[in-house]
């Protein structure tokens, strides 16, 4: 069990709203490797946001296990999780949730202030961390100014500055145009290259197909998964696949 | 191929080499391959059609130079390639009928079809997705526009068998 840095046994959550029952996710086995990049795929409504916001302790499960890095998360008092989600997990939102007040760079650094990191620790990683992304010249700008992709560049800076355990990534592309999501894939790729173990949910084929394994979800629950080979010989690819008449 | 010979050569006369050389530099990860043999081929065919012509360029200081220069009809029938447009949507689907067939046959789950047919599109666009995030694609966007394109149209078969899918969800409720 321990070979996992994220395990999920019978997770379930159940939304009560004035009498009604919503059922979000059902019994949920799921689990990440070290250095894994996973994908959780699924039409809008299925539970992916709700998964990843028990996963990132920011919300409770109804009932089931949460296994991160070998502690239980779902046995931990409030306290207990803030600690977990501030050293161990990197989020990020679907709707970015940057602090629109404050510059980029304090965005950024902000988290590591609050993880204990001396100012001087933050700022280095912050600066890294911008020019990493190629937004270090945006690092003054508060968010309200900057693009879409920018905005989702320095989401991904803030979830990666604490250099957590696991980076649970929500619809790392959604509202993006082909171009500026393709820079965002091409830079979770390159993090994930660098180790970082990462899981992402999205309803985006394109994003999913990112991962090395996609899990399919469906109405809160899981129904099946596919493990995505590498390939070699990646040279003759567009050859065989696309055909093309020479005219 | 031979268009793109009839587009190379309408920029400038160009030795038969030369030709092959600019060929391999665009397409030959596009492309299958061509040896020196075929592209001979296809160039003295061209001239028997009065596509193109050979001519000697003289010159000063070295051996003269044959190459090879576009005609006059040449020239029209690279045109009328341009100006052709393309009908039809670029659809070729194979699996719809197949998967009528195995609703009809009642001896296989429709869904299964489905599922197997989606692992094979998610990992086609595994592939060209690792391929259009390679570093060198940055120097080559006319390869990466290539790839992107076939990426849309794997985005879209993946998002159709999800319709497949549940309408044959609801047809079992
Ligand atoms: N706070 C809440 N109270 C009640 N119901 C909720 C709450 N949050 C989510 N739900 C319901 O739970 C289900 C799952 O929602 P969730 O946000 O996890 O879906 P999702 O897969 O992330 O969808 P999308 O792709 O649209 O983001 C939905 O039916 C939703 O209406
Ligand atoms: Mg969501």
Request: zero cysteines; charged letters at 5%.
């Given at each position: 069990m321990e070979t996992y840095l994220l395990e999920t046994k019978q997770l379930t959550k159940v939304y009560r709203n004035n009498g009604s029952k919503v059922?979000?996710?059902?019994e949920v086995d799921l689990a990440v490797k070290p250095g894994e990049m996973v994908a959780v795929m699924g039409p809008s409504g299925c539970g992916k946001s709700t998964l990843l916001h028990i996963l990132g302790g920011l919300d409770n499960p109804t009932s089931g296990e949460v296994h991160i890095n070998g502690q239980r998360l779902d046995k931990m008092s409030e306290a207990q999780r803030a600690v977990l989600r501030r050293k161990q997990v990197g989020f990020m939102f679907q709707a970015f949730n940057?602090?629109?007040?404050?510059?980029v760079g304090d965005n950024i650094e902000l988290p590591a202030l609050v993880a204990g990191l001396s100012v001087r620790q933050a700022r280095k990683r912050r600066d890294a961390l911008l020019e990493d992304l190629g937004i270090s010249d945006k690092?003054?700008?508060?968010?309200?100014?900057?693009?879409g992709g920018e905005r989702q560049r320095v989401a991904l800076a803030r979830a990666l500055v604490n250099q957590p355990t696991i980076l649970l990534a929500d619809e790392?592309?959604?509202?993006?145009d082909s171009k500026t999501a393709y820079e965002v894939l091409r830079l979770l790729r390159q993090t994930h290259m660098q180790g970082q173990t990462i899981l992402i949910v999205t309803n985006d084929p394109n994003v999913a197909s990112l991962a090395q394994r996609v899990v399919f979800m469906r109405d809160g629950r899981i129904i099946n998964e596919t493990i995505l080979q590498e390939r070699d010989d990646t040279k003759t690819l567009l050859v065989e696949l696309l055909n093309l008449e020479g005219g | 191929m031979k268009n793109l010979f009839l587009a190379l050569l309408a920029r400038q006369p160009t030795h038969g080499y030369e030709l092959m050389q600019m060929y391999e530099g665009m397409f030959s990860t596009v492309l299958p391959t061509l040896n020196a043999g075929q592209i001979y081929t296809t160039l003295s065919r061209m001239e028997r059609d009065g596509l193109v012509r050979k001519s000697t360029i003289v010159q000063a200081h070295r051996p003269d130079k044959r190459v090879y220069a576009l005609t006059e009809k040449g020239g029209e029938v690279l045109q009328a390639w341009f100006n052709e447009v393309l009908t039809g949507p670029r659809i070729k689907d194979n699996f719809y009928l197949k998967l009528m067939g195995a609703g009809l046959s009642g001896t296989v789950d429709p869904s299964q079809l489905i599922k197997n047919q989606r692992r094979e599109y998610l990992q086609t666009l595994h592939n060209l997705n690792t391929l259009s995030l390679e570093p060198e694609m940055t120097e080559n966007p006319s390869k990466l526009v290539l790839i992107q394109g076939a990426m849309l149209h794997l985005k879209a078969d993946l998002e159709w068998l999800d319709l497949c899918e549940e309408m044959f969800n609801e047809g079992a409720r």
């Open positions: 059922h979000a996710l059902q940057l602090i629109g007040n404050l510059s690092s003054r700008n508060i968010p309200a100014q900057l693009s790392p592309t959604g509202n993006l | -």
